[in-house]
């Protein structure tokens, strides 16, 4: 038979019809099991066993369609069917009937799930739900590795163990069968202790790696054992006596150990990527695990700048170091989008990028760094979120790339993703403090104040005393207005130079309660010591302080301030002219010296370089930054019009009714019915 004839009795025998109704029914039938099955709790096998029947089942539906016909009568096979008359028309219309119904049907769903469903998931997601898991539910495929105990009797040797430790942990990561948790959320545990149960509730785990490291005289002794929180048993444990510069193997041997225990069968790829050696270099490898424990222990930008040297060192004692040249790309980087875009800056992160990229393209981890420099120094969104994406199933337990995921899709206006990626950080890294502001901050950025108030005080129940925690739920109360509530709060916070945590939100109480100076006298004192580099911080508190002054009436000293900023960010501007936020601080400057024209000029510069359809989350403070300066200097149009739109959109710290009705650079502004109606609380 040619390939027309039997195009032609297939179509006869309505085989391809079949076809398409089976294919189409098939596809809804996956889409809706892959929905409606998680809400039942149903286990992971159950959707994937569907689509497999459904394929093996397509076989013997196209058999039977070429056998049978379906009839009024009834089916008929065939050979039933008279000799000479074709298969009835009336059969072909049926099936085209049905093909029609459930096509419908398919698309019927396909908008049911984008526009109702879909919202619903990604909202439950922003409230902090797990998708297809119970918070109650521990994975037994999980772990946290505790920090490694030094038995060193060089107490300075510490690094070496908290290094040893930070490559298990990583190598251990890489498995995607596994749940792994992060160091920051396990540094803090003490390295042999007796609560193992309680901590692996805390941390959301089934079993805990324990560890020691001695190095003494070029020779590495290494202990590891893997408890089960549950029942406190010893799963496996081993010991490992080894040459410094055959120190790299053992990382890898005892993940691949882990897995075995756990029943985590590793793909080619993991075990490929567990058995890489980094360098083949010891004293390059030592440096470089001086910089990981560095960089895991900082808490600060200053003391994560201190691992940059370790990082410099490795690369110098091995040029071909690559995990070390991404280590620099990622912290220049980064370093240039948060601190000092300056170009020193932004070539030495390239420099990295390039040279790592030449050494190791097909690492990881190499990837990730190329990535963090598309976000972090090209500003290249589009270009970040689909590699960081990618990179979720090759390093399925990093927890930066959820965390940069949350940045982007928050600049991207991508609310309800933002809101996704921070919970599948913090599964992963529980005691994150950084993590839990964040969750709160994509909750207050939507103004869902009662989400990101219940999101601090759970953060709290764990961590009382956080200064950054304790700042963050005041400022949710000034933005609604309850001052009284942030005031104690406040009470609490004494920021100094190393940690200034709530100085912003006890300025921004000052001004709301329209009673100054004693906090303008606070933060000249606080600026008297701050001997930090950092101009930009620098300057946003002395614009703070140029403000109190003002309102206080104190105006030769709010001059004199306001100049001195004015002139350090002039000379910013020139190293860093592409950076929004200089331009946006100068116009706050030129602002408090009553130079409309100059402050104009400047906060629009700030909105050319960062408008919100680049930046939806950061750039309407800008927006608002003008607004501000529209008030200052009697053009009322233009402020009500930007207000107005701001009060309707989501942005980083949103303008509230509140804050208007509070906030005295708005007193201009009073007597206009129009501001007095954007003052109304609107009925929630």
Request: charged share 25%; proline share 6%.
């Amino acid at each position: 038979m040619n390939p027309r004839t039997l195009f032609t009795e297939l179509k006869r025998r309505n085989v391809i019809r079949m076809t398409g109704i089976y294919l189409v029914g098939a596809w809804l039938a996956v889409q809706v099991a892959g929905t409606v099955l998680p809400m039942f709790g149903a286990p992971e096998w159950l959707p994937r066993t569907i689509v497999v029947l459904l394929a093996i089942g397509f076989v013997p539906a196209v058999i039977f369609s070429w056998i049978f016909e379906l009839t009024p009568q009834g089916l008929k096979r065939e050979d039933d069917v008279a000799p000479g008359r074709s298969i009835t028309p009336q059969t072909g219309r049926r099936m085209d009937r049905m093909i029609i119904v459930v096509l419908v049907s398919a698309l019927g769903y396909f908008g049911f799930d984008k526009f109702v469903l879909a919202p619903r998931r990604e909202a439950a997601l922003v409230a902090g739900a797990a998708p297809n898991e119970s918070k109650s539910v521990i994975n037994e495929k999980s772990i946290a590795v505790l920090p490694f105990e030094n038995l060193s009797r060089d107490p300075d040797n510490a690094y070496f163990a908290t290094g040893i430790q930070d490559e298990i942990l990583t190598r251990i990561a890489k498995i995607g069968a596994l749940k792994v948790i992060s160091r920051v959320s396990t540094k803090q545990y003490s390295s042999r202790p007796d609560n193992l149960s309680e901590i692996a509730h805390q941390l959301g785990v089934a079993n805990i790696l324990e560890g020691s490291v001695q190095k003494a005289a070029g020779q590495v002794h290494v202990n590891v054992q893997l408890i089960s929180a549950a029942t406190d048993e010893h799963l496996w444990a081993e010991s490992y006596d080894r040459k410094l510069e055959n120190i790299f193997g053992v990382e890898a041997e005892v993940a691949a150990a882990v897995a075995e225990a756990l029943k985590a069968k590793l793909t080619g790829a993991e075990q490929h990527a567990l058995e890489q050696k980094p360098t083949n270099n010891p004293q390059a490898y030592d440096a470089y695990l001086r910089g990981i424990a560095l960089y895991g222990e900082a808490n600060t930008l200053d003391e994560q700048s201190k691992s940059i040297q370790p990082f410099e060192e490795a690369v110098r004692l091995d040029p071909n170091f690559a995990m070390a040249w991404a280590m620099l790309a990622r912290l220049n980087s980064f370093w240039y989008w948060g601190v000092e875009a300056t170009p020193s800056r932004r070539a030495a992160a390239q420099k990295s990028l390039d040279t790592t990229l030449r050494l190791r393209p097909d690492l990881p981890e190499v990837q990730l760094a190329r990535a963090f420099y598309q976000f972090y120094v090209l500003d290249d969104l589009e270009g970040a979120r689909p590699s960081l994406e990618r990179l979720l199933t090759k390093l399925p337990n990093d927890t930066d790339i959820p965390m940069a995921l949350v940045l982007i899709s928050l600049k991207q206006g991508r609310w309800n993703k933002s809101g996704a990626y921070v919970n599948r950080a913090i599964e992963l890294n529980p005691r994150e403090r950084f993590l839990r502001i964040q969750a709160a901050q994509v909750r207050e950025t939507a103004r869902d104040f009662a989400g990101a108030i219940r999101c601090y005080d759970e953060a709290l129940s764990i961590w009382p005393d956080e200064p950054y925690l304790i700042a963050g739920k005041a400022s949710v109360y000034q933005s609604l207005g309850e001052l009284d509530q942030a005031d104690p709060l406040l009470q609490k916070l004494h920021p100094t130079v190393k940690n200034f945590a709530g100085l912003a939100e006890i300025c921004q109480q000052a001004k709301l309660r329209r009673s100054y100076s004693d906090t303008a006298g606070l933060l000249r004192n606080w600026l008297a010591q701050f001997g930090s580099s950092l101009v930009t911080i620098r300057n946003y508190y002395r614009l703070w302080l140029g403000d109190l002054e003002r309102l206080s009436g104190d105006v030769a000293n709010a001059n004199a301030t306001y100049a001195q900023a004015r002139d350090e960010l002039e000379q910013t501007l020139k190293e860093q002219p592409d950076d929004a936020s200089v331009s946006g601080k100068l116009a706050e400057a030129y602002a408090g010296l009553g130079d409309s024209q100059l402050a104009m000029k400047y906060v629009e510069r700030a909105i050319s370089l960062e408008p919100a359809s680049k930046d939806a989350w950061d750039g309407p403070r800008y927006e608002e930054t003008r607004a501000r300066i529209a008030a200052l200097f009697g053009q009322k149009d233009l402020a009500i019009s930007i207000l107005t739109r701001l009060l309707a959109i989501p942005y980083l710290d949103p303008i509230t009714p509140a804050r208007l009705r509070l906030d005295p650079d708005f007193d201009p502004l009073r007597n206009d019915p129009r501001f007095q109606k954007l003052c109304e609380e609107k009925p929630k």
